[in-house]
């Protein structure tokens, strides 16, 4: 089965309005699905048979295609913290962006924050940023195409080229 495209990604919020407008104020994306309220079986279904949850789902969409799916879970209501990189399940959510500099600011005047202070230079041109949103979900930012950013990777790990597989 060949997969045409990953299409969206879903994260835990405290709070989906304030999450929300962060999306859209710092990376401009827009409603897909405004807030809805969801439970019944196909939560539960999704959610891989947790009975009785509830809570309050929205999609955003980005200009050149993918997607945010929010979820704020009213029951079970367990508070959303921060996990670090190394415990959870998913690492980091990559963004690239136009202007590397200019999406730090956003991202801080929308209410995220830095990992680091300074943005890195990369080997193949452009920069690239670790910040955090509200909810302390991490969001690598670079300004260079992922095909850029895979050829740096490569220059540093040649070891890691599938076409010189063993």
């Known amino acids: ?12 919020v405290s709070d989906i309005e304030r999450s929300s407008k962060f999306y859209m104020d710092a990376f401009d994306a827009r409603w897909v699905l405004r807030p809805f ?20 789902v929205a999609f955003l969409g980005f200009a050149d295609g993918g997607a945010l799916e929010l979820l704020q879970f009213t029951e079970p209501n367990n508070p959303t913290r921060p996990v670090h990189v190394t415990e959870g399940a998913i690492v980091h959510m990559g963004f690239q962006v136009e202007d590397i500099d200019e999406a730090v600011q956003r991202v801080e005047q929308a209410g995220g924050s830095r990992v680091w202070p300074e943005v890195s230079r990369l080997p193949v041109g452009g920069g690239e940023m670790w910040v955090l949103d509200p909810d302390g979900n991490t969001i690598q930012l670079h300004d260079v195409s992922f095909k850029d950013l895979m050829a740096g990777c490569l220059g540093a790990f040649p070891e890691a080229d599938p076409s010189k597989a063993q």
């Open 37 to 56: 309220d969801e439970s019944g079986e196909g939560l539960e279904y999704a959610l891989q048979g947790h009975r009785g949850a509830h809570c309050r």
């Open 1 to 12: 089965m060949v997969i045409r495209a990953m299409d969206h990604v879903a994260i835990r």
